[in-house]
């Protein structure tokens, strides 16, 4: 994938454009998946981006797959961008892999067994006070989502903080929650594969992940993660209570 990424960096120069690369790198990075998966845990499913939901032999385990978090960053020559990968037990997400290949940064985390960046022990930020915090967020794009919405969400947001970013890779928002380095992240309308893995991050290095209006944020992909500290506030602040 750093590879493509570089063949992706000198096509922003050409007539013809990254595009079709793109969708051929998410391709490649899906296929590659898939085969070593199924080979290290014969009969588990999945459900990954570009094929969906393969059913597998063993009904209890799954695969949560996104070969490429972050597409339109790749697409532009953004180095953010991340391979995320869950597994969800009898419906209980157990384990999670999100890496950016760029920075080669591993975040990866088993239920009970806590969260990691390489080898170091990860754990959220302790800030207690929304003045003093810095949160990050996702906006919907052309023809999706609810636009006013998401920035009224933001302006909020910014009113009561130290500031919000956007960068465009949910897996890695999540995992930048695990580590500290945002204090919290919301965003809807997302799809499972993209927040799985890093739910069990940020719930490993001992931060809350809910969804926004209190269901369940797997059936609808909006999601809220912080510390205990700032998970009501932020909440709260997100929905305008």
């Given at each position: 994938m750093s590879r493509d990424f570089g063949e992706v960096e000198n096509l922003q120069v050409s007539r013809k454009g990254p595009s079709d690369f793109v969708s051929s790198a998410d391709l490649k990075a899906e296929k590659t998946l898939f085969e070593e998966l199924s080979k290290a845990r014969p009969g588990y499913g999945f459900v990954m981006e570009e094929r969906g939901v393969v059913e597998g032999t063993d009904k209890t385990?799954?695969?949560?797959?996104?070969?490429?978090?972050?597409?339109?960053?790749?697409?532009?020559?953004?180095?953010?961008f991340a391979i995320s990968i869950a597994l969800e037990r009898e419906g209980v997400l157990v384990a999670g892999v999100v890496y950016n290949p760029i920075r080669d940064e591993l975040f990866?985390?088993?239920k009970g067994q806590g969260a990691y960046l390489n080898d170091r022990r990860l754990r959220v930020a302790g800030r207690n006070d929304m003045r003093?915090?810095?949160?990050?967020?996702?906006?919907?794009?052309?023809?999706?989502?609810?636009?006013?919405?998401?920035?009224?969400?933001?302006?909020?947001?910014?009113?009561?903080?130290?500031?919000?970013?956007?960068?465009?890779?949910?897996a890695l928002d999540l995992a930048y929650v695990a580590a500290g380095r945002f204090d919290g992240y919301w965003e809807r309308d997302l799809s499972v594969w993209d927040i799985a893995a890093g739910a069990v991050l940020v719930r490993e290095a001992g931060g809350t992940v809910n969804e926004i209006n209190g269901g369940d944020f797997m059936q609808t992909g909006s999601v809220v993660a912080a510390s205990a500290n700032l998970i009501t506030p932020l909440t709260q602040t997100v929905r305008g209570d």
């Open positions: 385990n799954r695969w949560l797959v996104d070969p490429l978090d972050g597409t339109t960053n790749f697409l532009h020559g953004i180095p953010h990866w985390a088993e003093d915090a810095l949160f990050a967020c996702g906006t919907p794009f052309h023809g999706k989502g609810d636009h006013k919405r998401a920035l009224a969400e933001i302006e909020r947001v910014i009113a009561k903080t130290a500031g919000v970013r956007r960068f465009g890779a949910a």
